[in-house]
């Protein structure tokens, strides 16, 4: 199983991004994948996530401005962030917190 990471860059505060995590391989469960972001010299944290009855859960610093979703049959995860602030910038890493499997991570820079 692997989990590819996608859709970072440099924005704008304000501005707008979408982070795609694709999984191969046999195994989906869709209820158990989350982002979570690490800023330079931070330890990581979980951004969002589907928890196992399939509702989402947020960090209190995204909530209203970041939406997890998914599309079970292409088994992507997406993460759609809006309204981005430097606070923001870091590594954003997909994952399925059932098995264990992080993907590459995806840098999101966001200038002032």
């Known amino acids: 199983v692997q989990l590819q990471a996608s859709g970072g860059g440099l924005v704008q505060a304000g501005g707008s991004l979408r982070l795609s995590c694709a999984v191969s391989?046999?195994?989906?469960?869709?209820?158990?994948m989350a982002w979570h972001r690490q800023a330079p010299g931070k330890q990581r944290e979980l951004v969002a996530r589907?928890?196992?009855?399939?509702?989402?859960n947020y960090d209190n610093s995204v909530k209203g401005r970041f939406t997890i979703s998914r599309d079970n049959a292409k088994k992507t995860v997406y993460l759609q962030m809006n309204n981005l602030k430097p606070e923001d910038t870091a590594v954003y890493f997909c994952?399925?917190?059932?098995?264990?499997?992080w993907g590459q991570g995806t840098l999101v820079t966001v200038s002032s």
């Open positions: 994952q399925n917190y059932y098995y264990g499997y």
């Open positions: 391989g046999n195994i989906f469960t869709p209820n158990f």
């Open positions: 589907f928890t196992s009855d399939g509702s989402t």
